[in-house]
T-cell receptor, first 112, second 116 residues
């Protein structure tokens, strides 16, 4: 059984650019959630996808968007990058939310 | 009201000692309380979790104590080991919409150092 895989592991972007982060869910999981973890902070919920549709959203602006594909993999897209977007972006998958997420190791995004 | 407050921010314990991390919440809609362990460069890993109808749960050296009336819960690590040195997050689960799936609200984390 494979875990949650995220790519790339590290990324440096310039302010104003766009970025796409990718996530492969754990085998058998059909729900994907994305979290942003700023340095020294706990993860903050961005949004969740289930059956290829956004299932809920946290307090993040529309320039944060996502996709879920038929194979349950997912993308997080961030447009018009700002310096404060620098963080670890975590993807987490689950089958039916009652047993805990499985988190990936994250993508470290640095905006300069 | 969607916050989970965690303390202390950092904790240093001697090998063999007891590590205690505390969390408090306000939102009574929270219905699942997991603890996560995170090592540098890794994502959080589920350590142990509890539901509010249970006052204590123990798994090996890790115990969650839950006080529903006080809206507080804590993680106790018995016989702490240097390998336990990591950042620990408490979290609480709340439904995204009625009858739907849920999201986690995390505390700010506690950096635990266990000295040999």
């Amino acid at each position: 059984e494979t875990g949650v895989t995220q790519s790339p592991t590290h990324l440096i972007k310039t302010r104003g650019q766009q970025v796409t982060l990718r996530c492969s869910s754990q085998s058998g999981h059909n729900t994907v959630s994305w979290y942003q973890q700023a340095l020294g902070q706990g993860p903050q919920f961005i949004f969740q996808y289930y059956r290829e549709e956004e299932n809920g959203r946290g307090n993040f602006p529309p320039r944060f968007s996502g996709l879920q594909f038929p194979n349950y993999s997912s993308e997080l897209n961030v447009n018009a990058l700002e310096l404060d977007d620098s963080a670890l972006y975590l993807c987490a998958s689950s089958l039916i939310w009652r047993g805990g997420y499985t988190f990936g190791s994250g993508t470290r995004l640095t905006v300069v | 009201q969607q916050q989970v407050k965690q303390s202390p921010q950092s904790l240093i314990v001697q090998k063999g000692g007891i590590s205690i991390i505390n969390c408090a919440y306000e939102n009574t809609a929270f219905d699942y309380f997991p603890w996560y362990q995170q090592f540098p460069g890794k994502g959080p890993a589920l350590l142990i979790a509890i539901r509010p109808d249970v006052s204590e749960k123990k798994e090996g050296r890790f115990t969650i104590s839950f006080n529903k009336s006080a809206k507080q819960f804590s993680l106790h690590i018995m016989d702490s080991q240097p390998g336990d040195s990591a950042t620990y997050f408490c979290a609480a689960s709340v439904q995204l919409w009625e009858g739907g799936s849920e999201k986690l609200v995390f505390g700010k984390g506690t950096k635990l150092t266990v000295n040999p």
